[in-house]
């Protein structure tokens, strides 16, 4: 934001130099980036003086040029050569020397030198006012009064305005500080905390009067949530042209181009007061009324950019009985505006709904000064005080009359804000105790309203422009950054104390989980919470009435917030594997969201992603591929580390999995992880395996809580394996071996275990082969060969009367 330093000086009188009022302002919380310095015309004329025509004389060898000498004050005639068809001896002009640094209307700087045209020596140049940047006129050189002195510097003949321009970066919260007003309000509260006590100057708008009533426009409010005040006027008999240049200049400091006297007036009062206005041309609105209201989506209108933008039904418009004329608090439309044959206007100040405004504003793609501050908040208040600002300029710029009375719609009135304030909590937060006296003052430095002084506090009311103080540590920030934070005083001790903190913290096991991982070759990603409802189509686990939706999406791709971490993680393995890094091993801590009957949920996970190679090529070892089992080891160790060690394995029922794994603890699922299905690679591209673990962190975490140590005796007996290797059907899962083998011994049986999948050549059409490991024990005694074989062989007997298995 820009602020200019004599606008900011008409509201408050300060003998500060620019610099010093910049490291104040930043004091008071609106950081000054930069001081740039401004000209009303660029370079201030150094270098042009006035010149006499002494004489004036064809040029030889061109039928447009003329040779002239011309006096420029200093004891000796400079010979110009001059193409401008009105030049004439005797003239007093304008003579840019040799050596001047010129501007031309892009702001490029060029130089004037000695030349040679067309035969004739050039010392220096009488210029026309658009080469000085005093106009736009190029018809023929300047002609000055006659009685000026040869020599006189141009610059004391023009009315050209230094400036110093503060480029502020005004945090969102302060809304109230969004115009020259409101910086003004903030450097007199902290002009008063240094002792130099100044008044506020506000403009004047005692001589507002209506001159006739012949012009009336009424308003029609649909929906006072939307526009809870709206105000409107009219001006007749008005003449449309260029804004005297104080207006102009003004305008120009802080980057905006004058466009006439009425946009301009518009334009001025909502950077001097923070109350964006708009005018239209009364003559373009049909049936003589604005109605204020939303549209059926879909319809279409143009805004004065010359867009074609299709309206969402949520927009609110500014219309006339046929047709809408702006986008309300955002654009106002091509056919509406003021131009030059404009003679009558309605005036629109309005306290719109910042939501609204936001919505509207993000939906079109628009960023306007409008948009910028109805979106933050303005002040309700004062809507009905910059109207008669803006109708009395106008008035004073293009002439014409008053012609209706302020047709103001204010149904419920936005009330000051009621907070009690404690000295305790100010002395707490501050960290020492401050004057009460200087606590009140501060406060009604800063228009905060003191209504009554007890012994614990204050009762205050917060006035409706400051948008962002409604608790007690609001009130609290504003004294201190009056009171300013450099005057705080560290204390000669320092205290602290000591937390009692749970070893189960979530930051401590995330901190101590992933540095295990980075230590076994991981990389942590973090991926955009952010994603797009396409995924839904790729698992039946996901589905699209559970999606949390963004209200104002960036676009569709970032519509919804993630049901799962494997997608976003999935992007990152595809921008990996196309920038060929082949070798991948990621985790990511990150969240989840759903929208359940009983309201929005978010759970926290922990995903790996493996692909490729387990390590980086080097000669000392050879290349292993991180597959399943890898996979599965590293799962383990993250949840040994945790200290839960005590698992049930089971197949996976995901179906983002071609083959993969449960691990539960006391019936609660802790984590899955498996082989993602080619299908599912193939929408992002990739091509090789990737292996994929989801933890339910929040569920490990509560798991790790519960477990206790348990101690028991080492059983004496040795546990003994036997595998099988079975041709069975595709169709045949693990999940149905594994339920199989447990209804099948559910005593001795302790551990059934995929260790290996072949699907290839030798093998029968529509099948596979897996190999299965089984771990038996009686803890009581050892068993014998009978024993084992008896339940090996119920097994192998339930697999072919089941499954229809063969052992290989």
């Given amino acids: 934001m820009k602020i200019s330093y004599n606008w900011l000086k008409q509201f408050i009188k300060i003998d500060r130099n620019p610099e010093e009022t910049g490291e104040l302002l930043t004091d008071l919380g609106l950081e000054v980036e930069g001081i740039q310095n401004f000209q009303s015309v660029k370079g201030g004329l150094k270098g042009v003086v006035v010149g006499e025509v002494i004489?004036?004389?064809?040029?030889?060898?061109?039928?447009?040029?003329?040779?002239?000498?011309?006096?420029?004050?200093?004891?000796?005639?400079?010979?110009?050569?001059?193409g401008a068809p009105n030049v004439a001896a005797g003239q007093k002009v304008p003579v840019a020397t040799v050596g001047t640094t010129l501007y031309d209307e892009k702001g490029s700087p060029w130089e004037i030198k000695k030349s040679k045209i067309r035969g004739e020596s050039s010392h220096g140049m009488i210029c026309a006012e658009d080469e000085l940047g005093l106009g736009k006129s190029h018809d023929g050189i300047m002609v000055l009064k006659d009685d000026l002195k040869p020599g006189t510097p141009a610059s004391e003949l023009f009315e050209i305005e230094d400036d110093h321009v503060f480029e502020i970066g005004l945090t969102p919260n302060r809304a109230d500080a969004m115009s020259h007003w409101g910086v003004a309000r903030d450097l007199k509260a902290g002009l008063q905390q240094q002792g130099d006590i100044q008044e506020l100057i506000t403009p004047s708008v005692s001589s507002f009067h209506v001159d006739s009533r012949n012009l009336r426009i009424p308003v029609k409010i649909e929906n006072y949530e939307l526009a809870p005040r709206y105000c409107g006027i009219t001006l007749s008999d008005i003449k449309i042209a260029d804004s005297p240049k104080w207006l102009q200049n003004r305008l120009k400091a802080i980057g905006i181009t004058p466009k006439n006297n009425v946009v301009d007036v518009t334009n001025y009062v909502m950077h001097e007061l923070g109350q964006p206005l708009h005018a239209f041309d009364a003559d373009k609105i049909t049936g003589n009324e604005i109605q204020v209201k939303t549209l059926p989506a879909g319809t279409k209108f143009t805004t004065l950019d010359e867009v074609e933008r299709e309206l969402h039904e949520e927009d609110l418009m500014i219309c006339d009985t046929e047709k809408p004329l702006a986008i309300a608090g955002v654009f106002g439309g091509l056919g509406s505006g003021v131009t030059k044959n404009t003679n009558k206007i309605f005036i629109e100040s309005a306290y719109f709904n910042p939501v609204t405004v936001r919505k509207t504003a993000k939906r079109h793609g628009l960023n306007t000064d409008a948009s910028f501050r109805y979106e933050r908040g303005i002040d309700p208040n004062i809507t009905d005080?910059?109207?008669?600002?803006?109708?009395?300029?106008i008035k004073e710029l293009a002439g014409g009359n008053i012609t209706s009375d302020i047709d103001d719609h204010y149904p419920n009135k936005i009330e000051d804000f009621p907070v009690f304030l404690t000295y305790d909590k100010i002395n707490t937060l501050v960290g020492q105790n401050l004057e009460k006296e200087t606590i009140k003052s501060i406060l009604t430095s800063l228009e905060i309203r003191v209504n009554n002084v007890t012994e614990t506090g204050m009762g205050?009311?917060?006035?409706?422009y400051r948008v962002d103080v409604k608790r007690e540590a609001d009130v609290i920030e504003e004294i201190l950054r009056v009171y300013g934070y450099n005057n705080i005083k560290f204390g000669e001790k320092i205290n602290a104390s000591?937390?009692?903190?749970?070893?189960?913290?979530?930051?401590?096991?995330?901190?101590?989980?992933?540095?295990?991982?980075?230590?076994?070759?991981?990389?942590?990603?973090?991926?955009?919470?952010?994603?797009?409802?396409?995924?839904?189509e790729l698992s039946e686990q996901l589905k699209e009435e559970h999606n949390v939706k963004m209200?104002?999406?960036?676009?569709?791709?970032l519509s919804v917030l993630r049901q799962s971490l494997l997608f976003s993680g999935l992007e990152a393995v595809s921008y990996n594997l196309n920038r060929k890094r082949s070798d991948l091993k990621f985790f990511e801590f990150g969240k989840t969201y759903h929208q359940y009957e009983s309201g929005k949920t978010e759970a926290k996970h922990l995903s790996l992603f493996i692909s490729g190679n387990r390590a980086a090529e080097s000669w000392s070892q050879a290349l292993q591929k991180g597959d399943f089992f890898y996979l599965k080891g590293v799962v383990t160790a993250v949840l040994e580390r945790l200290g839960i060690s005590e698992l049930k394995s089971s197949p996976v029922k995901n179906d983002i999995f071609s083959e993969g794994m449960t691990f539960s603890s006391n019936k609660t699922r802790l984590v899955e992880f498996g082989v993602i299905k080619k299908k599912i690679l193939k929408n992002f591209d990739i091509v090789q395996e990737v292996l994929y673990a989801d933890f339910k962190w929040d569920e490990v975490i509560e798991t790790a809580k519960a477990q206790q140590n348990k101690f028991r005796d080492i059983s004496k007996f040795m546990p003994v394996r036997r595998d099988f290797a079975l041709l069975l059907d595709n169709s045949v899962t693990f999940e149905d071996i594994y339920n199989i083998a447990y209804r099948t011994e559910q005593k001795l049986l302790k551990n059934v275990n995929l260790f290996d999948v072949y699907e290839g050549k030798n093998l029968p059409e529509g099948k596979k082969s897996y190999a299965i490991s089984f771990i038996i024990q009686d803890e009581?005694?050892?068993?014998?060969?009978?024993?084992?074989?008896?339940?090996?062989?119920?097994?192998?007997?339930?697999?072919?009367?089941?499954?229809?298995?063969?052992?290989?």
Wanted: aromatic share 6%; hydrophobic share 35%; charged share 20%.
């Fill in 55 to 82: 004489s004036c004389e064809q040029h030889t060898n061109a039928d447009r040029l003329k040779v002239t000498t011309v006096n420029i004050g200093n004891g000796e005639p400079v010979q110009i050569v001059c």
């Fill in 385 to 393: 005080y910059a109207i008669k600002r803006a109708a009395l300029l």
């Fill in 460 to 464: 205050l009311t917060i006035p409706p």
């Fill in 498 to 536: 000591v937390a009692n903190s749970s070893r189960f913290e979530d930051y401590k096991l995330q901190n101590l989980i992933a540095s295990q991982l980075v230590g076994q070759g991981f990389y942590e990603t973090m991926a955009n919470s952010l994603t797009t409802p396409a995924h839904n």
């Fill in 551 to 557: 209200l104002n999406p960036l676009s569709q791709d």
């Fill in 780 to 808: 009581q005694k050892t068993l014998t060969d009978k024993q084992i074989d008896k339940i090996m062989n119920k097994l192998q007997q339930n697999f072919e009367k089941q499954l229809g298995a063969e052992l290989r």
